[in-house]
C-alpha cells in the first residue's frame, strides 16, 4: 500500500478545517474551556464533552443544532507510563456535539464526508475501518450508506466500543474510525484488525458517541430526554496520520518541540531509544506545564497543583538524564508559545508568569535532586556490600524528596545495590490509593450529588442582595438535610434552605458567606443562618438551624442579612482590590492574585511573587491604598461584555472563567481609576467607608506565592488599639513614657551585657588575680606543673577560656584539670595541656575518662585536650582529688 496516496497536511490546517467545517453544518464554534473545569469533583478537563455536561442533562439548552470546539486535555490516569511513543498527558481533542439538534444518521454522514472528502482530510476510503458496538445494527447501515463495504465494518464489546463518561449517567454506543497504515506494520495472525491488541497496524483517530441513555445505580438505562452527539478526534494523532507518520509525537507540532531537546542536548531523535524516551517525556510534560499554568494552576502538594508539580519534575529529570545543565524550561515555553500561542492566547499573555513559576520551580526541584542524591549516599554507605535498598527508603526518597526511582536504581547500581521494589511497588500501590479517593473520578463529576439534582429541577438562585439586606417574599423550594432532600424541618434540625431569591451572598471568590434569619410570614417559623454556600447549577444553600416553628417548602419568608457583619465583609473586598492595584504599582505587573479570603474581621490576599516584600514596599503599598481611602473615590459597578471590559483595562483573575457579560467594579469614575476589576462580590459604596487600611503581616505562602493579612474600618481601629495598650504596658513596666520606651531597652540591654561579663570573668577568675592564684596552687612535677581546680557557674566554653587563660600566664610547661557546677547543676570537667607537657607524659583523654566515672558521665578526646560531662554533681571533689592523686602516682 502506497504511503503517499492522500494528502498531507499540518496541525493548525486540520484544526481549522475540522472546525469551520462543523460550522458550516450549523454547529456553533465554542472556544476551548479551561483545564481548570467548572464541575468542582472534576480535578482537570479531560474530554470535550466536559464543558457540555449540562446541556446533556437539559439543564441548559442550546439555540443552534450542536457545537464545535477544540478542546485542551490533560489525561493523567498513569503519568508515569507516559513517554512511549503513543501516550500523551496534553493534547488537543477535535470534537462536534448535538444535545438533540442532529442525528446520528448526520454525525455518521459528516464525519465521513469530513475524513473522505479531497477538500478535507481526503483520507483513501479502502484504508478506513470502522467499529460499532456489537448490538448497533443502525450504525452498521448508516456507514454502509456512505460507501463503506462491510468488510470494513466490525462490531466490537462493551470495553471498546461502549463510552460512559462514569458508573451512572448519560452514556451510549460508540463508533470509532480506524486507519490502516499498512500490512507492513501488523502482527500477522489472522484475527488482526481494528482494535487488535498485539500491533499497531490499525490507528483509531474518532470516537463517535451516541450518548443515549441515562445509567442509574441499579443498572437500569432509560433512554436520555433526547439522543445526543459526542464526538472526539486526537488532533496529535490524526496530524500524524495526514503527515503519514505512525506515532503522534511524529508529527509537526511535537517534533518542533522535540528539536528543542536535540538542540539543547546534542542527542539525535531515532538514535537511542531510552535518550528519545527522554525527549518524548520533556516535550510532552513541558507542553503540559506551560498550559496548566496557562490556566491558572500553581505548583503544590496537592490536586490539580499536584499532577503540575509531578511532570514539571519529570520533565526536569529526564532533561537532566539526557545531560541538560541547570534550568531550561523556558525554551520550551518560548517553542509552545510560538507555535500555540495564536490559537491559545492565554499562554502569550502569561508567558511571564509562566516563565517565572517554571523556573523558581526548576531550580528548587534542582537542589532537591542535589539534596536527595546525597541522603541516597549516605544511606548507601551504610549498606551492607551487596545488600538490597529497602523499598521504604526508596518511596520516602521519591516521596518526599520527589527523587525518581529510575535515578535511584542507577545511583545503587553504581555501588553494587539492587533496590527491593516489590516493597517500593507496595508503598507506591498504597499511595496510589490514598490518591484515588480524590482523584478525577469521572467525567460527570458529581452527577448524583443531591445539589446536581436539585440544579435539574430549579434554576440558579437570583442574587438580590447588591442593594438589598432584607427580602420580603422569598419562597422556600427545597430543604436538604444529611444530604438528602427533606420534606420539613423543625426546631433544633439543622437545615440548608433553597430559596427562590436572596439578598445572602454565597461564599464565593474568596468572599465569605452571609450569615442572618430566615423568619416565616406570620412568625411560622425562623432559622438561623450561619453560613451561605454555593452549589451546582448556581443553587445556594442558606444553611442554618431552626429556632423555633417548623418550615417546609412552599414556606414564604423575611430573608435578612446580618448587615454590620456584611458591611464589614464589603470594606474588606474593596480592601483587596486596592491592594492587588497598590501591589501592581509597587511590585510590577507580574503581581496576579492566586488566592483571598475576604472576611467581616480580616482580609487575607495571595499573589503570585518570587521573593519576601520588603518593609519599605509594603509601607508604599499600605501608603497608595490609604491614599485611596482618604480620597473617598466612590465605587462604581458596571454590567458590560467581556471584551468591552478587558478594553477598558478591567483586570480578571488569573485562571478565572467569566461569562460573556461580566460585572466590573472601579474606584471613581475617571476612565484610568487606581482600580477596575471583573467581580462579583459586594463592595463598599465609597472607597472612604474603609476608613483606614493596614497590613498586618507579609509571609510566603507556597513557592510562588506571598501572603498578605490586612484590617480596615473596625479591624484596623482594633488591631491599632491592642497594638498601643501592649505599648502602654511595655512602658509602664519600663517605668518610662512610651516614646521612650525603645531607649530604655537598649539600656536595660547595654546594662545586662554588661554585668554578664563582669560575672563571667569573675567566674573564670580573669583580671581579679584568679588565675595567678590557680597557678600558684598547681601541683609541682617533674617536667611541668599541673592546676587542678573547681570554678562553680561556668559552663564547658568557660572552663576552656580559664585554660587559655592559664596557659598564657604561665612561664612553664603546663596542664589543667579544671571542674565545674553549671548554672543548670550539672558538671563539666575539662583536661587539658601543652605539647610540653603532653610530651612529658600528661594524657588528657586518658585521664578524663577516669575522672568521668566520679561525676555520672562520660567523656574523651585527646591527648592535649580532653572534656566529660555528668550529672552528679557531689561528685566533683573526689573526681579533683582522683586527678591530684593520679598525676603524682604518674609521676
Ligand atoms: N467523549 C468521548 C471521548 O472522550 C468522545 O469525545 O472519547
Redesign the pocket.
Known sequence: MSTADYKTMTTAQIREDFLSFFESKGCKLYPSSSLVPDDPSLLLTN???NQFKEYYQGIKTMAEIGACSCQKCLRTNDIDNIGDATHLSFFE?L?NFSFGGYSKADAIAWAYDFITNPDHLGLPPERLYMTVFEDDDEAIELWHEQGVPYDHISRLGADDNF?A?GPTGPCGPCSEIYFDQGEEFGCGKPTCGPGCDDCNRFLEFW?L?FTQYDRQEDGSMPELPHRNI???MGLERIAAIMQHKSTNYDGDLLQSLIGVGVRLSGHAYGDNPSADRSLRIVADHARAVTFMIGDGILPSNEGRGYVLRRLLRRAVYHGRLLGIEGAFLSEYIGEVVRLMGDTYPEIQENRALIEGIVHAEEERFISTLDAGEKNLLDELHALEAGAQLSGEVAFRLHDTYGFPIDLTREICATSGHEVDMDAFNREMEAQRERARANANRD?WGAANDVWVALSDSYPATEFCGYDTNELDGAKVLALVSDSQVVDGASVGEEVSVVLDRTPFYAEMGGQVGDTGVLEGIGGAFKIEVRDTKLHAGGIVAHEGVVVQGTVGPGALCVAAIDVHRRELIRRNHTATHLLDAALKRVLGEHISQAGSLVAPDRLRFDFTHFEAVTAAELAEIEKLVNEEIFAAEPIVTQIMGIEEAKASGAVALFGEKYGDVVRVVSTGESDMPFSRELCGGTHAHSTAELGLFKIISESSVGSNARRIEAVTSEGALAYISERLTLLDEVATRLKCRPEDAPARVDALHDQARTAEKKLHEALTGANSGGIEEALASAIKLADYDCVVVRRDGLDAKGLREVWDAIRDKATGPIACVLATKTPEGKVALLAAADNKAVDAGFAAGKLIKELAGYVGGRGGGRPNMAQAGGANAQGIDEALAAARSALTQDC
Request: charged fraction near 10%.
Open positions: 474530554a470535550g464533552m481533542m470534537g463510552w463518561a470516537n458517541v459526542d464526538t472526539g467525567a
